[in-house]
Nanobody, 117 residues
Framework: QVQLVESGGGLVQPGGSLRLSCAVS????????MGWFRQAPGKQRELVAT???????NYAASVKGRFTASRDTAKNTLSLQMNSLKPDDTAAYYC???????????WGQGTQVTVSS
């Protein structure tokens, strides 16, 4: 059974940093593409970053150069380092896993990030 559990959200001032983590269980990393998504109130969920099964990363234009996604397969963890945070980054952030062969998708419960002075 695939389980994704996010942590690390909170309140931070503009310009600050946060590191989100996602504890991952029940997957074979070679068969999954992993991602971070976010959803602000009244807006659609949007892609933030992805890491393919071959560890190729891709970022939304709005976060490129500020956010870094990584994975540690030994610790079964997906991370998102967020620097130079802006109020527009305020959202619930979700960890995502997609099986590259079946396209089955799994989501965590989300963690809230609020950027405000």
């Amino acid at each position: 059974q695939v389980q994704l559990v996010e942590s690390g959200g909170g309140l931070v001032q503009p310009g600050g940093s946060l590191r989100l983590s996602c504890a991952v269980s029940g997957i074979n990393w070679r068969s999954y593409s992993m991602g971070w998504f976010r959803q602000a109130p009244g807006k659609q969920r949007e892609l933030v970053a992805t890491i393919t099964n071959l560890e190729i990363t891709n970022y939304a234009a709005s976060v490129k150069g500020r956010f870094t996604a990584s994975r540690d397969t030994a610790k079964n963890t997906l991370s998102l380092q967020m620097n130079s945070l802006k109020p527009d980054d305020t959202a619930a952030y979700y960890c995502n896993a997609e099986n590259i062969y079946t396209q089955s998708m799994y989501w965590g419960q989300g963690t809230q990030v609020t950027v405000s002075s």
